[in-house]
């Protein structure tokens, strides 16, 4: 069985840092690539950022210039720097992996239980 644990969510003030991981462990086979995902009540899950097995990066527009996804997806870790945070960005986070790059966006194979983030003054 797959399971993506997440680590490092918290409360903190506006214009601070956090820094998310995610571990995947079990029975996982060629994974090309991991992410993050972000869920704030009543509103959609979207996807915030994405790492593939080449290293190839992307950060949704609501992170450009704020957020870095780090990691290795062959090691099956994830990181995800979050600077100059708003309260916007208040949601839970969730880990995801997949086999198919382009499927990560979509419909991700294993999914993480989520890592709450405030920010609040």
């Known amino acids: 069985q797959v399971q993506l644990v997440e680590s490092g969510g918290g409360l903190v003030q506006p214009g601070g840092s956090l820094r998310l991981s995610c571990v995947a462990s079990?029975?996982?086979?060629?994974?090309?690539?991991m992410g993050w995902f972000r869920q704030a009540p009543g509103k959609e899950r979207e996807l915030v950022a994405r790492i593939g097995s080449s290293g190839g990066t992307y950060i949704a527009d609501s992170g450009q210039g704020r957020f870095t996804i780090s990691g290795d997806v062959a090691k099956n870790t994830v990181y995800l720097q979050m600077n100059s945070l708003k309260p916007d960005d208040t949601a839970t986070y969730y880990c995801?992996?997949?086999?198919?790059?382009?499927?990560?966006?979509?419909?991700?194979?294993?999914w993480g239980q989520g890592t709450q983030v405030t920010v609040s003054s």
């Open positions: 079990g029975v996982i086979f060629n994974l090309n690539a």
């Open positions: 995801a992996a997949s086999i198919d790059y382009g499927a990560l966006a979509y419909r991700p194979d294993y």
